[in-house]
């Protein structure tokens, strides 16, 4: 992507064929992802919220992932249309990390719980840890809290890292611009 010579909505554009979340990674901010993810609307938010994140080495396989998701609802009428969830949007706009906490979730889950059990342990530590709200990260395997302030968020790091629940423990604050290119030598 580099020395390119394209705008940034191309770069985004071509970031999305590498991947879903590179075209994050170069947006940064908030945005809402449609499609496999690459099709990014910005999102109105306030504030900061902060997060720990327990990391696992082990993969979890997206395609498993998704195949298992289809397993668990194969008795289920078609999907419906995805739509913007109201609740989290409002959080979000608010500026609210206990709202918004109340309004996370992952439709993935409960297959990547299906296909990987020890991510329970993880997802019960920062419930026990006070987390706002807790998740397992896109497919998986990583698990994300909400915590309520930044030193909730190390708090709950050091719960991870206490309780042998992950292999690498992170912290983050967001939202954050996306990447930008401070010097071109």
């Known amino acids: 992507l580099w020395h390119t010579g394209l705008s ?34 910005p999102a109105l938010t306030r504030g900061e ?35 913007l969830d109201v609740p989290l949007m409002q959080a979000l706009r608010a500026g609210d990390p ?17 296909l990987d059990p020890l991510l329970a342990e993880p997802l ?8 706002l709200g807790v998740v397992v990260s896109g497919s998986g395997p990583t698990v994300a809290a909400l915590a309520r302030n930044r030193q909730h968020a190390l708090a709950l790091a050091a719960s991870f890292t206490a309780s042998g629940v992950a292999d690498r423990v992170l912290t983050a604050t967001g939202p954050v611009v996306g ?4 010097s071109a030598e």
């Open 179 to 182: 990447a930008r290119v401070l």
């Open 124 to 131: 019960a530590v920062a419930t026990d840890a006070g987390a």
């Open 8 to 41: 940034r909505p191309e770069l985004i554009e071509l970031a999305a064929e590498v991947g879903a979340d590179v075209a994050f990674i170069l947006m940064g901010h908030t945005a809402v992802g449609q499609g496999r993810g690459h099709l990014l609307t």
């Open 49 to 83: 919220f902060h997060w720990a994140f327990a990391v696992q080495d082990r993969g979890l396989s997206t395609a498993a992932v998704y195949n298992a998701f289809d397993e668990l609802h194969s008795g289920a009428p078609g999907a419906p249309d995805p739509e």
């Open 98 to 114: 206990r709202a918004l906490g109340e309004a996370l979730h992952n439709d993935l889950q409960l297959a990547s719980l299906e």
